[in-house]
């Protein structure tokens, strides 16, 4: 397992699409020195930090231009994910419900929704728009990407 920490939010991400294989220390060094990928996982939150989530702005009163915005957004997070999930988590295709799951999420945060959400919120905000002609036609470009 792959283990990021970020000050900025005191949080630590276990990552699901960035596995590399190292033998010592200095090596562990160079590595993380060098890499700029963008890496997507699960979030380990202080206590603390998951009351300021709460405070975020509800995924209920998400508009359509929000909403578009969050399917650009998780549509390039799992493309991203995929490219390294696909190479490195051969066989591991049961975990592809939490995979998903995870990168709804990852891209509430981006946008500043709160990311704790359950199934049931998450199908509610995609029920909402779901047979909205204006996100058919947003996703079939994104699907031409």
């Given at each position: 397992?792959?283990?990021e920490y970020t000050e900025k939010d005191n949080t630590i991400k276990t990552i699901w699409n960035g596995i590399d294989s190292v033998t010592t220390i200095k090596s562990i060094i160079k590595l993380t020195e060098?890499?700029?990928?963008?890496?997507?996982?699960y979030n380990l939150y202080s206590k603390a930090h998951l009351e300021t989530l709460n405070k975020m702005k509800s995924i209920e009163n998400m508009d359509l231009e929000?909403?578009?915005?969050?399917?650009?957004?998780?549509?390039?997070n799992l493309k991203l994910a995929?490219?390294?999930?696909?190479?490195?988590?051969?066989?591991?295709?049961?975990?592809?419900?939490?995979?998903?799951?995870?990168?709804?999420?990852?891209?509430?945060?981006?946008?500043?929704?709160?990311?704790i959400q359950t199934s049931e919120t998450m199908n509610s905000l995609m029920t909402k728009y779901k047979d909205n002609?204006?996100?058919?036609e947003f996703i079939n470009t994104l699907k031409e990407k």
């Open positions: 397992m792959t283990l060098n890499d700029n990928r963008k890496l997507l996982g929000d909403y578009k915005k969050y399917l650009n957004i998780y549509y390039w995929m490219t390294e999930y696909e190479k490195n988590i051969e066989g591991y295709y049961g975990e592809a419900p939490k995979f998903f799951y995870q990168i709804s999420i990852s891209s509430l945060l981006e946008m500043n929704y709160n990311p002609e204006e996100i058919k």
